[in-house]
T-cell receptor, first 113, second 110 residues
Framework: GAGVSQSPSNKVTEKGKDVELRCDPISGHTALYWYRQSLGQGLEFLIYFQGNSAPDKSGLPSDRFSAERTGGSVSTLTIQRTQQEDSAVYLC???????????FGDGTRLSIL | RKEVEQDPGPFNVPEGATVAFNCTYSNSASQSFFWYRQDCRKEPKLLMSVYSSGNEDGRFTAQLNRASQYISLLIRDSKLSDSATYLCVVNRRGADGLTFGKGTHLIIQP
């Protein structure tokens, strides 16, 4: 497709389980970003990739969160031992290069029971 | 000081009115500025870039004041469909990514 694609669109899981979220950016976009947004709150930056490397991981809230990007394209965000406070919408965005306009996917709505 | 600050609102405005809101940023080295729009339970979407000389796109006008480090968005002849949260965005300190403000909530009333 032409836009940023995220999967799954919704995920419900039990506390303590691991989850993996996927983002497929717009073809040719070298920069990829992960954010999360809790209900009624602003965007919280998590991590930024330029190509396959992550020059800025400053937003990851704890060591339970990790992300990787392979082949300069698809990225996965993994949350281990999920907690209820991890419940949020996880948004992925991509741009041609850093500091360029970002295009967002529809997000993954994560609910931890 | 937060990197990007916005008045959260809500701004309640009658249809047809003109509304303006500002955003301030802390990084004087910021080079890229944008306004995004986010509808309830939807992803943010780019509304317009903001250029030094100011720019207009239909009913929307964006202005940048580098000396005072603020960005403004003016909406003329507001429509019900303009109701949304407007996010001010600047490039992040020391990185290539963008920092999003928490948004200003706008409600256009019939």
């Amino acid at each position: 497709g032409a836009g940023v694609s995220q999967s799954p669109s919704n995920k419900v899981t039990e506390k303590g389980k691991d989850v993996e979220l996927r983002c497929d950016p717009i073809s040719g976009h070298t920069a990829l970003y992960w954010y999360r947004q809790s209900l009624g709150q602003g965007l919280e930056f998590l991590i930024y990739f330029q190509g396959n490397s992550a020059p800025d991981k400053s937003g990851l809230p704890s060591d339970r969160f990790s992300a990787e990007r392979t082949g300069g394209s698809v990225s996965t965000l993994t949350i281990q031992r999920t907690q209820q406070e991890d419940s949020a919408v996880y948004l992925c965005a991509s741009s041609l290069q850093g500091a360029q306009p970002q295009h967002f996917g529809d997000g993954t709505r994560l609910s931890i029971l | 000081r937060k990197e990007v600050e916005q008045d959260p609102g809500p701004f309640n405005v009658p249809e047809g009115a003109t509304v303006a809101f500002n955003c301030t940023y802390s990084n004087s080295a910021s080079q890229s500025f944008f306004w995004y729009r986010q509808d309830c339970r939807k992803e943010p979407k780019l509304l317009m870039s903001v250029y030094s000389s100011g720019n207009e796109d239909g009913r929307f006008t964006a202005q940048l004041n580098r000396a005072s480090q603020y960005i403004s968005l003016l909406i003329r002849d507001s429509k019900l469909s303009d109701s949304a949260t407007y996010l001010c965005v600047v490039n992040r300190r020391g990185a290539d990514g963008l920092t999003f403000g928490k948004g200003t909530h706008l409600i256009i009333q019939p």
